[in-house]
């Protein structure tokens, strides 16, 4: 970064009188780098590096002015396991990433390559707690079946597939089938919805004994059930 001749601005960090040796710094003159990245590179932007490391957990991104940010194994993608695709990665590769923090006091840069995936928030754009919608059975499983909302993959236990308990049986679906479903729980950060058939069907019956019974009518749950 300097060469022969060249006058450069330093800082007096040590005089020695009996070694008789001045210790300078040139750093001290200049910018923490840190804190210009942290400046010009907010948390949220999109960066690129090139991978001057890989560890056991995760990869080490060439930035600006020479300093490295890290992209830990569990930011490394949503679908399976980080370890598992760190491999696909080689010194040299260009990787884009989103800055996710700056610890300028630690010198340590956060960032993520997954968090370039936003199709998520897309998807649930507008869904809710208490949201009714449709999604798709793609898997069937002993625990129960796997579904996908607009690209959204989920999850439905077996205890949420059904208010009776005789109907909890992930095996009277079929892949493909269209179901409606009750959002419980929409969790941006492991970019999963907490559905339940269960919660729909319980919503439901509330509705309909609001709508066409009271405590006064006499109506039994099934003549409620049955006119809704």
């Known amino acids: 970064i300097v060469s022969t001749s060249q006058e ?3 800082m ?4 020695d009188t009996v070694k008789r040796r001045v210790s300078l710094g040139l750093k001290q003159t200049q910018r923490n780098p840190w804190e210009v ?3 010009n590179n907010p948390v949220g932007k999109q960066v690129e590096g090139e991978v001057k490391n890989i560890t056991e957990f995760g990869l080490f991104i060439g930035l600006d002015n020479d300093i490295d940010g890290m992209v830990h194994l569990s930011d490394l993608t949503w679908e399976g396991r980080g370890e ?3 491999g696909d990665y080689r010194k040299g590769d260009m990787v ?6 700056v610890d300028v006091e630690k010198e340590r840069i956060s960032l993520s390559v997954k968090a370039l995936d936003n199709s998520f928030d897309g998807a649930v754009e507008g869904v809710k707690r208490g949201s009714i919608i449709t999604v798709e059975v793609t898997s069937i ?16 236990r077996r205890s949420d597939l059904a208010r009776d308990r005789g109907d909890q049986r992930p095996e009277r679906f079929n892949v493909g089938d269209k179901v409606d479903v009750r959002v419980t729980n929409v969790d941006a950060k492991t970019r999963r919805l907490g559905l339940s058939i269960k919660a729909r069907e319980i919503a439901e019956e509330k509705e309909a004994v609001q709508q066409y019974g009271s ?6 749950l099934g ?6």
Request: hydrophobic content about 50%; proline content about 0%.
């Open 8 to 10: 450069v601005e330093v």
């Open 223 to 228: 003549d409620i059930l049955g006119a809704a």
């Open 96 to 101: 884009q990433a989103v800055v996710t923090e």
């Open 37 to 39: 990245f942290a400046e």
């Open 215 to 220: 405590s006064d009518s006499g109506a039994s």
């Open 84 to 86: 598992d695709v760190i």
């Open 12 to 15: 007096v960090l040590e005089i």
């Open 141 to 156: 499983e002993e625990g129960g079946v796997e579904v996908v909302y607009e690209g959204a993959k989920s999850f439905i």
